[in-house]
């Protein structure tokens, strides 16, 4: 498990911790657990029946895993952003046009966080959920958001998590991040290019507030063989810019 750092309360980052891997592995049993986040059976055993007790974990057939009390928790995280409120129409709007995959994403902690997604009658499936947190240079969702945060922001989060090579394609230089980022703010535009999943391109917009400050992005994604000449450069990107400005001017007037 993580280091702590002063002032934090041991217990607490243990039991996240445990609730996170036990997440991670679908499922498991104490010994398994406690081998994952490296502390002692015992210790494990005790958080997870507190957890229990609690109703976060549920032990079925000798095993944990996490419990339904998380969905209503998330639900009300969502449902508390005005800009899912808002957006998640235009969302399903323009994967209903594209028939593609469309995202809203925004930026929490330094990572892109998934708010909603919505499935067109051609979209790839994959294997991305409402609720993943992904490293924010290696998506058109993430840079759109990352173009527009002050300078100070961007340098604290590449700081904080790196520029970790997700596959082959991904820019991990912080030059020809920076570069890229420049031409994003001048078209308010982005674009993956199989930098996170092989075989899936995307085009993402920043939705911006009325003072200019980034609150999150909207994407359309597709294999590589729909996404691509005329309408990966300029037919899908004026289709999400157009949605993202429906929906900046929807927020303003709400």
């Known amino acids: 498990m993580a ?18 891997t036990l997440t991670e592995l679908d499922g498991a049993g104490v010994s398994e657990l406690a081998r994952a986040v490296e502390l002692p059976k015992s210790t494990v055993h005790n958080h997870l029946r507190t957890l229990e007790r609690t109703e976060y974990v549920v032990r079925e057939d000798g095993e944990y895993r996490t419990g339904l009390k998380f969905l209503q928790i998330s639900e009300t995280a ?54 993943d947190r992904v490293p924010i240079h290696c998506t058109a969702l993430g840079k759109a958001v990352l173009a527009f945060l002050p300078d100070d922001r961007q340098d604290e989060i590449i700081d904080r998590h ?24 001048e078209r308010k535009i982005a674009y993956d290019d199989e930098e996170r999943l092989n075989g899936l391109r995307s085009v993402a917009a920043p939705i911006l507030s009325g003072s200019g400050a980034v609150i999150g992005s909207i994407s359309v994604a597709g294999p590589t063989h729909r996404m691509q000449g005329e309408r990966f450069e ?8 157009g949605i993202a400005n429906v929906i900046e001017l929807t927020l303003e007037h709400a």
């Open 3 to 20: 280091k702590h750092d002063r002032g934090e309360i041991q217990a607490v980052a243990r039991a996240f911790g445990i609730v996170e």
């Open 78 to 131: 969502r449902n508390q952003h005005e800009l899912y409120q808002v957006a998640r129409p235009e969302v399903d709007h323009l994967a209903e046009k594209t028939g593609e995959i469309s995202a809203l994403l925004t930026e929490e902690h330094g990572r892109g966080v998934f708010l909603y997604r919505s499935r067109g009658s051609e979209a790839a499936r994959i294997d991305t959920r409402i609720g």
């Open 162 to 185: 790196g520029l970790t090579a997700v596959n082959a394609n991904t820019i991990t230089d912080p030059r020809t991040l920076a570069e890229e980022l420049e031409l994003i703010r």
């Open 234 to 241: 300029t037919d899908l990107p004026e289709t999400v810019l």
